[in-house]
């Protein structure tokens, strides 16, 4: 994965962590199967955007952006 993918994972991923946090404290009953299914659906998304941006690499080299020389 590229730099900016990871830029990109870290911008959503750490509001995620703060929201999922926050839903566990505003939980009055605590059900938990609510937060289990929305994890589950963040790993699958997680998973399936990792899963494509690589193959997409793969079968597209020349969309690549090439490293940039400040010469």
Do not use: C, E, H
Not at 7 to 26: N, T, Y
Not at 27 to 39: A, E, I, Q, S, T
Not at 55 to 60: A, L, T
């Amino acid at each position: 994965m590229q730099t900016s993918s990871f830029i990109f994972f870290g911008l959503l991923l750490i509001p995620l962590v703060v929201f999922l946090i926050w839903m566990i404290r505003q939980d009055k009953k605590k059900n938990y199967l609510g937060l289990v299914l929305l994890l589950i659906g963040a790993v699958i998304a997680v998973y399936t955007i990792v899963k494509l941006d690589s193959s997409f690499i793969k079968n597209n080299p020349q969309l690549v952006p090439k490293a940039s020389s400040f010469k």
